[in-house]
């Protein structure tokens, strides 16, 4: 019987070990690697089919640089599991996406081979360019890389030709990796990707890349050949012979397209490319998926798939979720409106998978509007088609607004332009933590002069918001959580009023407290209510609906009539829903000093479960419940 060698991952302590191992031995590494991979997803639902994709190049980006002293960025961060598995984190990995466990992206705190914590893609050029203009200006004499490394998704956001056209000058040192797997979450749309497929495609280049291939073998990496054959290929490049002339153009030297999942090619030209002076442009291509059959085939399912079970290249059960979220209200909701009204138009920013957006593109090709990880794009085209009269839906995850911030304020409310917000994953977006919670947007929006922002607090309001908005002449924004979608009641028995400008429902009234239920808090601030009955304390429960306009008279009323009010919300206090109801009830002369606001504290939230984060930050039932006794109380005490 032949011996098994041993593993090498579980005793690899530092990637500095990794230039002791032979070629076999990288591969082997690769293998284990991906059954750390797969064995993982059994346990609960991450990124996969990227991380699956990469495992060769971090394989061969951490054998060529070290990163404690040379830079390394992984763009948006989805694809850092084997730089984590690579750089000591093997002990740990299981813990990825768990509270208190590693993060899923990556994380400063946790190595020092992670530089940034990010979760939204296309900064990565221009951070890594920032690194090495830093180094070069701060220690000269180190000779430090950054290098970048972004996928095809992600290269078509409007920052990374910032960069790159800033590159001639601050690029010294700069090396981007383009890891082209043909595919954004869904297949990548746009003229880059177009233009990708074609360099992917240049058959002259191919036979060059062979050439180059034969070449370097025989060529020693040190001295002067070195230096003749680069000017050979560049050369080449010149004449047209390659692809990636447009980046040539731009100042950048372009390598590729290269077979990103071939470790001895990688290295080549990552050791070629160290021995120049950069800006310079590695087109990698990968397999988003590679290793797993099922992932491979079904790159968009396996982004980041619902927990399953699997043998070897099958798998056999998947926990797919039959539960209905807002997601798929909002969803439906929007699919109606695009049938009762030819104007509504509906556009994402390459989540189209996330928004469940897939059978409105189906049935509305022409209304469907897929940019690219493009939001700032999005929101100015959004206002453009609003100007001419159609009625755009801006389909977004509340994170990702963020980017599009000064479009909302200059070509939306400052025209006063009827673009609808939809957003998703307002609050806490659950294990990919803080780069992702929605839990600003409450503060960002409600700045702007002509905005009106709503957040339901159930299915029924949520529909009713968006058929409101597309109504309404001014911006609307509905923000709403990444949760299964609820129905409350009245506790009356009396049919739910309708969604009307400024007015919130009253749900129930109390005579010891209120509180006032900021959208995803209303069924917690219901539950709380029930409990504090059985104790004796009668707390109303108010379905504020709106953020912005507020209603001004509900809410003073509260206020005059109730010993406390409450305000609960699933956002960041400064700014936030009761600081709005605050600076109301002061503009109105109001006493506030029994107004207690429920909510985010000052600080970044981590990642975990949502509802272990809604719980630790007290904001579910049993934390509400127990702010209303120590309100109840403090009043007592005063
Ligand atoms: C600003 C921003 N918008 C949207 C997303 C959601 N998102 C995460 S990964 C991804 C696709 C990225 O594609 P690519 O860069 O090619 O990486 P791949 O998954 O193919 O490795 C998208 C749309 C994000 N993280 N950040
Ligand atoms: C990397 C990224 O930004 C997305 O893949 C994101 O993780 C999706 O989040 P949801 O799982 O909440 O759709
Ligand atoms: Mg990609």
């Given at each position: 019987m032949t011996k098994q060698p041993a593993p090498i991952l579980p005793n690899l302590s530092s990637p500095r070990e990794l230039e002791k191992l032979s070629l076999p031995e990288l591969e082997r590494l690769a293998n284990e690697i991906r059954d750390v991979l797969c064995n993982l997803i059994s346990s609960r639902s991450a990124h996969f089919a990227s991380n699956l994709g990469v495992v060769e190049l971090a394989i061969a980006l951490h054998q060529t640089f070290d990163f404690l002293h040379h830079r390394l960025i992984w763009d948006t961060g989805h694809q850092i599991y084997p730089h984590k598995l690579l750089t000591g984190r093997y002990e740990e990995f299981e813990t990825i996406r768990t509270l208190g466990g590693l993060m899923g992206y990556p994380n400063p705190t946790e190595s020092d081979y992670d530089l940034f914590c990010t979760g939204h893609a296309g900064s990565s050029v221009s951070t890594a360019m920032g690194l090495a203009s830093g180094d070069h200006i701060a220690r000269p004499d180190d000779e430090r890389w950054s290098v970048a490394v972004i996928g095809d998704g992600a290269f078509p956001s409007g920052v990374v030709y910032e960069a790159i056209n800033n590159s001639k000058r601050d690029g010294r040192r700069l090396m981007v990796i383009l890891n082209d797997n043909e595919m954004s979450i869904c297949p990548p749309v746009g003229g880059m990707a177009d233009y990708l497929d074609r360099v992917r495609m240049n058959r002259n280049y191919v036979g060059l890349k062979e050439e180059v291939a034969k070449l370097l073998s025989n060529v020693p990496l040190l001295g002067d050949p070195v230096e003749r054959f680069l000017i050979q290929v560049k050369e080449a490049a010149k004449a047209g012979l390659s692809g990636g002339m447009f980046f040539e153009e731009l100042g950048m030297r372009y390598f590729g397209p290269i077979d990103g999942h071939n470790i001895a090619l990688l290295r080549k030209y990552l050791r070629l490319a160290k021995k120049l002076d950069g800006p310079i442009l590695l087109h990698v291509v990968t397999e988003k998926g590679h290793g797993f059959r099922p992932a491979a085939e079904d790159p968009v399912l396996f982004h980041a798939p619902p927990q399953f079970k699997r043998r070897e290249n099958e798998v056999l059960e998947m926990h797919r979720s039959s539960t209905r979220s807002y997601t798929n209200v909002a969803r439906d909701a929007i699919a109606a409106a695009m049938r009762r009204d030819e104007r509504v138009t509906v556009m994402t920013a390459a989540m189209c998978q996330g928004n469940k957006l897939e059978p409105v593109r189906e049935e509305f090709p022409d209304r469907f509007f897929d940019t690219g990880i493009c939001e700032a794009h999005t929101v100015a085209f959004a206002a453009g088609q609003a100007k001419v009269g159609l009625r755009p839906i801006v389909d977004i995850y509340s994170t990702f607004l963020q980017r599009a911030f000064d479009h909302v304020f200059q070509e939306v409310a400052l025209q006063d332009l009827p673009v609808t917000f939809m957003m998703d994953r307002g609050g806490l977006s659950g294990p990919d933590g803080p780069t992702h919670h929605g839990v600003f947007d409450i503060g960002y929006l409600r700045l702007f002069p002509n905005m009106v922002l709503m957040a339901p607090g159930d299915e029924h309001d949520l529909t009713a918001m968006l058929d409101f908005s597309l109504e309404h002449t001014s911006p609307c924004g509905v923000r709403y959580p990444k949760d299964k979608a609820v129905t409350v009641a009245r506790t009356d028995g009396e049919p739910r009023a309708p969604v009307e400008l400024g007015q919130s429902e009253i749900l129930r009234w109390g005579r010891d407290g209120t509180l006032v239920a900021c959208g995803s808090t209303l069924a917690d601030c219901l539950e709380a209510a029930a409990v504090l009955d059985e104790e004796g304390l009668d707390f109303g429960v108010v379905n504020a609906r709106f953020i912005k306009p507020l209603d001004q008279a509900t809410l003073l009323r509260a206020l005059n009539e109730n010993p406390v009010v409450l305000t609960v919300e699933e956002g960041a206090l400064a700014c936030g829903f009761g600081s709005a109801v605050l600076e109301m009830a002061n503009a109105a002369g109001a006493?506030?000093?029994?107004l207690h606001r429920l909510g985010i504290p000052d600080k970044f939230v981590e990642h975990g479960e949502r509802e272990e984060l809604m719980a630790q930050l007290g904001l579910d039932a049993a934390g509400i419940a127990q702010s209303c006794r120590s309100a109840v109380e403090s009043r007592h005490t005063v």
């Open positions: 006493e506030t000093a029994h």
